[in-house]
């Protein structure tokens, strides 16, 4: 089966992103280690530029249609990780920028994707008020279209951070990593198993949310009432077109993880680990510490996605 996005696309975008955004660390999780009894390891894109992984598909989709960009300026929908990925990338690259966000939105993340220089638009509480938002704007200001996880320069700008395991592991592993529209776990599933299929992709969502789960199981894209949870990078009612024929062909499977295994999680990547880790973020280390992940006898590598937590919020669950 022909899949929407390739390694040659994955490789090509590490080339556009690579002197703004270089390698981030794979780091020893040493509490963790120990605790399982098997060596697990972080992969800390909570260390990115905006705290997150999206930076990389956000400056990648820009890059990649620089021109334009320029000329027209650009749009996209967030729940805020992205929305400040954009912000950043559309500033670093001098392109103005508008994002659309749902009142209910992190003011936190909506304050900061507004610092970084970016225009926010807000919209009724429901993702058909932010996409028809977004549409609207993209058809009266001429805007170009930035995807926030199922266009091909977004998949491909994240599936970088697979070619950058590969380079930072020898041996096959076993990565795991939210989901949430499918960006993510699809762009590394692509760089992962064409360079060492012996690897397993496990995706993990809230049981408040588990668009992708539902859809791989149907064996089509399955919209869900999406539920509150303190994951909000996690919250989506439906999987990407894109993305879910990735997921069917790649990914060996997707766990969901409980409200207070999510807060269990980032107290312990605090305490811990010394990690401020938001609750999206943790999702792996969540679906790890309850045992929910078949690692077929590989080793873990766990992706922190993001780290915008609100000092409060962490306060909290401290």
Same mark, same amino acid.
């Given at each position: 089966?022909?899949?929407?996005? @390739? ?30 009894g ?6 800390a ?18 890059a ?5 960009a320029?000329?027209? &300026? ?5 729940? &805020? ?5 954009? $912000? ?5 690259? &001098?392109?103005?920028?508008t ?7 992190s003011?936190?993340?909506?304050k900061? @994707? ?13 993702f ?13 200001? !001429?805007?170009?279209?930035?995807h ?6 977004t998949?491909?700008?994240? !599936?970088? /951070?697979?070619?950058?395991l590969i ?8 990565? /795991?990593?939210?989901? +949430?529209?499918?960006?993510l =776990?699809?762009?590394?599933a @692509?760089?992962?198993?064409?360079l ?18 539902r859809?791989?199981?149907?064996g ?6 999406? !539920?509150a ?6 919250? =989506?009612?439906?999987?990407g ?6 997921? +069917?062909e ?7 993880v409980?409200?207070q295994e999510?807060?269990? $999680?980032?107290?312990?990547?605090a305490?811990?680990?010394k990690?401020?880790?938001?609750? !999206? ?9 309850? &045992?929910?992940?078949?690692t077929g ?14 000092? +409060?919020?962490l306060?909290?669950l401290?």
């Open positions: 089966m022909s899949l929407p996005v @390739t390694l040659d696309l994955v490789r090509q975008a590490r080339e556009r992103i690579a002197a703004q955004l270089p390698p981030t660390p794979l780091l020893t999780a040493q509490t963790l280690s120990h605790k399982l098997v060596p697990v390891r972080y992969k894109e909570s260390l990115q530029p905006t705290g997150a992984f999206k930076v990389r598909p956000a400056y990648n989709s820009i990649a249609n620089l021109e334009q320029r000329s027209r &300026g650009v749009v996209t929908s967030s729940s &805020g990780n992205f929305a400040q990925a954009v $912000a950043w990338a559309a500033s670093t690259l &001098g392109v103005d920028a994002v659309v966000m749902m009142e209910s939105a003011e936190y993340k909506r900061r @994707t507004e610092a970084l220089g970016a225009r926010v638009v807000t919209c009724a509480n429901n058909a008020a932010r996409w028809e938002t977004t549409f609207r704007i993209e058809r009266e200001e !001429g805007r170009l279209l930035l926030p996880y199922d266009a091909v320069e998949i491909a700008g994240d !599936g970088v /951070i697979g070619l950058e380079e930072q592991t020898a041996e096959p592993f076993c990565v /795991i990593t939210p989901i +949430s529209g499918g960006g =776990i699809s762009g590394i @692509t760089a992962v198993k064409a060492r299929p012996e690897c397993r992709v496990i995706g993990v969502q809230p049981e408040a949310n588990p668009s992708m789960q859809s791989l199981a149907a089509e894209r399955v919209e869900v009432e999406p !539920g949870s303190m994951a909000d990078a996690l919250v =989506i009612a439906k999987p077109e894109r993305t879910f024929a990735i997921a +069917s790649l990914v060996d499977e997707v766990v969901l409980s409200e999510l807060a269990t $999680a980032v107290r312990f990547l305490t811990e680990e990690l401020v880790v938001e609750a !999206g973020g943790a999702a792996g280390v969540a679906a790890l510490m309850a &045992g929910k992940v078949a006898g590989l080793p873990p590598v766990v992706v922190l996605s993001g780290g915008n937590i609100l000092p +409060s919020k306060a909290e401290l």
